[in-house]
């Protein structure tokens, strides 16, 4: 027999446990950006994922303050219409874990967490060098669901990916050596490093 729920009928955070126990694994985006300072912030995100190859977009679901007001990352798209999404792999999910902490305005987290910041090639935000791979964004929109999120998608404008992460003649993408890892629910993680083929059927 299933048990249901009717999401009208449930608060934000009763509709938030359910759909993130249950969207699984999701990836996981640590989001460099600037300030109009020129200040590094990075943050991590789990509700993020790619949308399009042409044009070539991704998106991240970035929370408001409860008052409402823009976090670092949210306030820096803003004001500098670019951000860097990097990989978050299993070697540096510590890191990113550092990141994610609630310091105040103007911390560079990257030094807290000891990760090395390289200045981006077609946009203001570095990108991480421990990372797996990045990828240089320039805003595209930005969704504004009602007072608490906003939907920001980025188009890829430059990629880096760590030597032996990629083929450069096939272009293909070695997922041992992205070795990511991925939110699942509350606190709990996973590594993508059980995998199966499921080949496309032909008809």
């Not at 890191?95 to 987290?109: S, W």
């Not at 699942?184 to 496309?200: N, V």
Request: proline share 6%; net charge negative; charged share 25%.
């Amino acid at each position: 027999m299933a048990i249901s729920f009717d999401f009208e009928q449930l608060t934000e955070h009763e509709r938030y446990k359910l759909m993130i126990g249950t969207i699984i694994p999701r990836p996981i985006a640590l989001v460099t950006t600037v300030d109009e300072n020129g200040h590094i912030n990075a943050a991590p995100f789990s509700f993020f994922n790619c949308l399009s190859a042409d044009p070539p977009i991704l998106a991240i679901g970035v929370e408001n303050h409860p008052d409402m007001s823009f976090k670092d990352t949210g306030h820096n798209i803003r004001m500098t219409e670019v951000f860097t999404v990097n990989i978050v792999s299993f070697a540096i999910a510590e890191a990113m874990h550092t990141c994610g902490a609630k310091y105040p305005r103007g911390v560079d987290e990257l030094k807290e967490a000891g990760l090395t910041a390289v200045p981006g090639v077609k946009v203001a935000s570095p990108w991480i060098d421990e990372a797996p791979a990045a990828f240089e964004c320039r805003r595209h929109v930005t969704l504004e669901l009602g007072k608490s999120r906003q939907i920001i998608m980025g188009e890829i404008v430059y990629a880096h990916y760590r030597d032996g992460v990629v083929d450069p003649e096939r272009l293909h993408v070695d997922p041992a050596m992205v070795d990511a890892i991925a939110r699942l629910g509350g606190d709990t993680c996973s590594t993508i490093r059980d995998r199966f083929e499921m080949l496309t059927p032909k008809l």
